[in-house]
């Protein structure tokens, strides 16, 4: 399927794990993809990988970002689709007993603020054309909490669900479409990270997924393709979970 012909997608967090994915599925849907990463050599191999455009960029920062989406213009003439999807994990003990302010900060800065500033200057681009979807990773987390204690994360993704959902109505009869991707627990470096630090948090979060595995990276970008092409042209404000049925157990 090329269902992203000659869109530009810019794809933050590029460089590894699900940004990697859908810069590949993008690639194949004929999207030309503008690859950002505040890691160099990962998201310019990336933008290699697929005759992209590689931005080196940290998200959190309003410069980088506004460079960002005009370098994505200036390369191919159009911004058609946003997937906001850059992110850190939880400080290592994210209890809101234990989690310290600067802690706390760093992750709405680099989770939340990113995606503000992403949809704040990726929509007058998507506006002018009068169409474009914005996709942003916020977590299953947002919608049914974590026992796992990792406030600042979750916090930072509900944020994200909720900003994503007014966006997606007020700019909805502009033809900009905005909508909160919600994976569950996904094969990645950010999750082999987080469990080799807590191999019994892995088995427990296995026990309660529905489908009895983590997802591959791969079938999060599956979805994150479907919400960007026209294929999902009356979806906008949802919370779109890809998670295993974790949600609903
Ligand atoms: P990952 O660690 O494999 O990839 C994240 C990428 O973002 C890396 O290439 C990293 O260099 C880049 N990045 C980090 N900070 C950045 C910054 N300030 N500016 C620019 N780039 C930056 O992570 P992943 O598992 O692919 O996660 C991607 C997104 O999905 C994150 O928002 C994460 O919170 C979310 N998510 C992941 C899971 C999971 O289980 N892996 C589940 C739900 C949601």
Do not use: K, L, M, Q
């Given at each position: 399927m090329r269902r992203l012909q000659d869109r530009v997608a810019v794809v933050t967090?590029?460089?590894?794990?699900i940004g990697l994915a859908t810069t590949r599925r993008f690639a194949e849907e004929g999207a030309r993809v503008v690859c950002v990463d505040l890691d160099e050599a990962s998201g310019s191999a990336a933008a290699a990988e697929v005759d992209g455009l590689f931005v080196k960029a940290d998200v959190s920062s309003e410069d980088d970002v506004a460079r960002t989406f005009q370098a994505a213009f200036d390369a191919?003439?159009?911004?058609?689709?946003?997937?906001?999807n850059a992110g850190i994990s939880p400080?290592?003990?994210?209890?809101i007993l234990e989690t310290g302010l600067d802690a706390w900060r760093r992750v709405q800065e680099v989770n939340l603020t990113s995606v503000y500033l992403c949809c704040k200057h990726a929509i007058p681009y998507m506006r002018r054309q009068g169409k474009g979807s914005i996709i942003n990773t916020a977590s299953f987390v947002a919608v049914m909490g974590s026992a796992t204690s990792q406030i600042s994360y979750t916090a930072s993704k509900g944020g994200v669900l909720a900003m994503s959902r007014e966006l997606g109505v007020q700019f909805a009869r502009d033809g900009v479409r905005v909508n909160a991707l919600c994976p569950g627990p996904v094969n990645t470096p950010l999750l082999r990270e987080l469990f080799a630090k807590d191999p019994e948090r892995a088995r427990r979060r296995l026990v309660h997924i529905p489908l009895g595995r983590f997802a591959e990276a791969s079938e999060i970008a599956a979805a994150v393709a479907f919400l960007a092409?026209?294929?999902?042209?009356?979806?906008?404000g949802s919370e779109f979970l890809v998670d295993g049925g974790i949600s609903g157990a």
């Open positions: 967090g590029a460089g590894s794990g191919y003439g159009s911004v058609d689709v946003a997937f906001n400080p290592d003990d994210d209890s092409s026209d294929d999902a042209s009356f979806i906008t």
